[in-house]
């Protein structure tokens, strides 16, 4: 099971990206997914998160400017980020909370990407 998080990139302040992040692997089932974030010199921290309902939970210092959606049939999260900071700059990181499938059928535990780099120029 992995997590393959892609989309990250060198913009402008103001600019937008769109992350994604894709589950793979003997999944049984995803209950929360979402993004953390960590920037130089700082401790990672919760950007957004969204349940296997559609319920969301976005960090205040993104919200109206960053849009979670997921793909339930493709495993796949995606963040839509408009509006780019400098202070947004970090390597955003993909989690999710899986049951995987292999001989029966696993509790749920965390999982996490290897990270995208978001780096936002003023």
């Known amino acids: 099971v992995q997590l393959q998080a892609s989309g990250g990139g060198l913009v402008q302040a103001g600019g937008s990206l769109r992350l994604s992040c894709a589950a793979s692997g003997n999944i049984f089932s995803i209950n929360v997914i979402g993004w953390y974030r960590q920037a130089p010199g700082k401790e990672r921290e919760l950007v957004v998160d969204?349940?296997?309902?559609?319920?969301?939970n976005y960090a205040d210092s993104v919200k109206g400017r960053f849009t979670i959606s997921r793909d339930n049939a493709k495993n796949t999260v995606y963040l839509q980020i408009y509006s780019l900071k400098p202070e947004d700059t970090a390597v955003y990181y993909c989690n999710a909370n899986m049951s995987t499938m292999g001989w029966g059928i696993s509790s749920y535990r965390d999982y996490w990407g290897q990270g995208t780099k978001v780096t936002v120029s003023s």
């Open positions: 969204i349940a296997s309902g559609g319920s969301t």
